[in-house]
């Protein structure tokens, strides 16, 4: 079966935009099958990387030993994101250099995907400009063996309940993520676990339905424990936790030292949401290594401006405007936390307001 016309000529066009542009590869985001070994001759010498529905698309890509591809599950989330997500996979996985760039292929319009010819656009991406501001690459950093993928769905996820609250009233929320089988004995039930009893996909954080459930049950006591795969595995469990190993500034209450007491226990991630600044922090290894303002300065990108401290916000008055999507987190790495006897009532000098 021929390549319909379309997609071809979109081939041959990004074969010769890679070409003029010195792109790293063509990224080939799709979930139509293809005729792929005309796909491969159509693209010659140029690197392509499938960005597809593993599952759907597995026995036959799988035929073609020569194709680079990304796993990247179908789900309700905007081309962008899944666009997001293909380069941050083909980064994280040396796939893409993380300064290159990368032509890709894609079906912008959103147009009927059933359509013979659903592949419509064509775009050029240089990944400095996306994945640096993100800071994404910091994720990695962070040396946990949670991958890079589920730590940005909870950061993010994490983010929004700080920034939004839930009926007006700010929230807080305690997730730990990863390592589940030494974690799960530190656990002990508070309420009845919200999860129990559905299936694997019904709990899983990829699904918007999921993290907007999550949102409502961050209002209950306890905390969430979420699988390195991002299946959500319990919910309001109370997390027993010596806290003598660990060492955070005066100021944080029993949630953020639980968080860090856990990740110092564990090999989980713990991310924590406070409730009485909005800001998000991630815990390694007993310490804080991330921290994510609560009313974002940059919308869309991720950063690393802005120094540390735990501020109050007030409790009335106008709350963040959420923003949607998944890159629009300003993060910072590993800057000191200021050591004041009352860090959590100070106002930042650096603005951190
Ligand atoms: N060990 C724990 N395990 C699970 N959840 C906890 C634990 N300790 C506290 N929490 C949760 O954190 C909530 C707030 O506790 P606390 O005010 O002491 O935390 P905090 O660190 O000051 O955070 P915040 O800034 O949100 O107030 C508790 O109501 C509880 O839901």
Redesign the pocket.
């Given at each position: 079966m021929a390549l319909p016309p379309q997609t071809l000529g979109l081939l041959q066009a990004a074969r010769c935009l890679n070409t003029h542009v010195m792109a790293d590869a063509v990224v080939l985001l799709t979930e139509t099958q293809l005729e792929w070994s005309e796909v491969i001759a159509e693209m010659g010498d140029t690197r392509l990387i499938v960005a597809a529905d593993h599952a759907k698309l597995a026995p036959r890509l799988r035929e073609e030993g020569t194709l680079t591809v990304i796993n990247l599950p179908i789900d309700s989330r905007s081309i962008q994101e899944r666009l997001g997500q293909a380069l941050l996979e083909a980064t994280c996985s040396g796939k893409l250099k993380e300064m290159g760039r990368v032509v890709v292929i894609y079906n912008g319009v959103l147009n009927d995907p059933n359509a013979p010819e659903p592949l419509d656009s064509l775009s050029v991406i240089h990944l400095n400009d996306h994945l640096e501001k993100m800071k994404l690459s910091d994720l990695r950093r962070l040396k946990s063996t949670v991958p890079v993928e589920t730590l940005r769905r909870v950061i993010d996820l994490a983010a929004q309940i700080g920034r939004e609250g839930r009926e007006g009233q700010p929230v807080?929320a305690?997730f730990v993520v990863g390592d589940t089988e030494n974690v799960l004995p530190l656990?002990r039930p508070?309420n009845f676990n919200p999860f129990r009893g559905y299936k694997t996909l019904d709990r899983s954080l990829v699904q918007v339905k999921v993290r907007e459930q999550i949102k409502e049950l961050a209002k209950?006591?306890?905390?969430f424990i979420i699988t390195n795969k991002g299946i959500a595995k319990e919910g309001c469990?109370?997390?027993?936790?010596p806290s003598k190993d660990v060492e955070l500034p005066a100021g944080?209450?029993?949630?953020?030292?639980?968080?860090a007491?856990?990740s110092k226990m564990t090999k989980a991630v713990a991310i924590?949401?406070?409730?009485?600044?909005g800001s998000v922090r991630v815990f390694v290894g007993g310490k804080q290594q991330m921290y994510v303002a609560a009313t974002p300065s940059r919308p869309h990108l991720w950063s690393n401006v802005r120094l540390d401290t735990?501020v109050s916000r007030p409790t009335t008055g106008l709350m963040p405007q959420p923003v949607s999507g998944p890159f629009h987190t300003p993060v910072k790495l590993n800057l000191p936390i200021p050591h004041s006897a009352d860090a959590?009532d100070s106002v930042s000098k650096n603005g951190d307001a």
């Open positions: 807080g305690l656990c508070i209950l006591d306890g905390a469990v109370y997390l027993d936790v944080f209450g029993s949630r953020h030292w639980a968080a007491s856990v924590c949401v406070s409730q009485s600044s735990h959590k």
